[in-house]
């Protein structure tokens, strides 16, 4: 195996990472289990597996953990945000565990400030693909993930043309 990592291969690991981190937060939220718990499970038996004859896309594992750590550090911050951007019309707890899982995921990545809002916008709407086929859902998410990324980066978000 070559150690040289292409840009398009980091991309690929990333996106594969936010996809891991919203089914961990979702398998947290939905079993009652623990980061650590969760975290060991995906990295041991799920991420670059293979499982029948498949094998799950290989991930950056840094990028999972920093994810679903800080979804769980800031969980009240990112909710409150979350529960703004619906903007009283579903609260978060009501709204479906996919998508909770999917915004917290989200929204530590806009708290934590490491990639730039847009690339985090667009990735998590994309993964909202992977789990909503209709893709209704996928204009939703891209409106409430708008709305927190104008809330956590400000600086990032204001004035910027398309």
Not at 13 to 41: C, H, I, K, N, T
Not at 44 to 71: C, N, Q, S
Not at 99 to 115: C, D
């Amino acid at each position: 195996m070559s150690s040289q990592t292409k840009p398009e291969d980091r991309r690929r690991r990333s996106s594969a990472a936010r996809l891991y981190a919203v089914q961990a937060l979702f398998q947290m939220e939905a079993a009652g289990q623990s980061v650590d718990r969760v975290r060991r499970e995906f990295e041991d038996w799920r991420i670059g597996v293979e499982v029948e004859g498949e094998i799950a896309p290989e991930a950056d594992e840094a990028l999972f953990r920093r994810v679903i750590e800080d979804a769980v550090s800031w969980q009240a911050k990112i909710d409150q945000m979350t529960d703004r951007a619906l903007v009283a019309r579903w609260p978060i707890d009501r709204i479906d565990p996919v998508l909770r899982a999917l915004f917290r995921a989200a929204g530590a990545e806009l708290v934590s400030g490491k990639a730039p809002p847009r690339v985090v916008i667009s990735e998590y709407v994309r993964i909202t693909g992977a789990f909503f086929a209709e893709g209704r859902e996928m204009k939703f998410v891209n409106a409430v993930l708008d709305h927190m990324a104008r809330e956590a980066r400000p600086e990032a978000m204001g004035g910027a043309t398309g």
